[in-house]
Nanobody, 114 residues
Framework: QIQFVESGGGLVQPGGSLNLSCAASGDISYYVMAWYRQPPGKAREWVAMIARGGTTTYVDDVEGRFTISRDNARNSVSLRMNNMIPEDTAAYYC?????????WGQGTQVTVSS
């Protein structure tokens, strides 16, 4: 089992940027990795994923604004978020996709507000 620990969230103004980081407790090189988010009162959904070879995929809402990257040597995944909008407000999580036997982290809260 791999445990994920997210960090880097906070309060940002509309149009601003944030970098989220995710540290994994084990080897992530065999997994597709993803960032998920859960807005208040809504279900968790994936927003960006990166394949083992580095191919990235995004949902339409974040395409062109978010960038996911991975560092297998450091067992870490990052999410760069630009041109943020209030609808990006959510708790953000990283995990393998699918989660399988791995464990969700606590997430990191992102709030976009003026």
């Amino acid at each position: 089992q791999i445990q994920f620990v997210e960090s880097g969230g906070g309060l940002v103004q509309p149009g601003g940027s944030l970098n989220l980081s995710c540290a994994a407790s084990g080897d992530i090189s065999y997994y597709v990795m993803a960032w998920y988010r859960q807005p208040p009162g809504k279900a968790r959904e994936w927003v960006a994923m990166i394949a083992r070879g580095g191919t990235t995929t995004y949902v339409d809402d974040v395409e062109g604004r978010f960038t996911i990257s991975r560092d297998n040597a450091r067992n870490s995944v990052s999410l760069r978020m630009n041109n943020m909008i209030p609808e990006d407000t959510a708790a953000y999580y990283c995990a393998s996709r699918p989660l399988g036997r791995n464990l969700w982290g606590q997430g990191t809260q992102v709030t976009v507000s003026s």
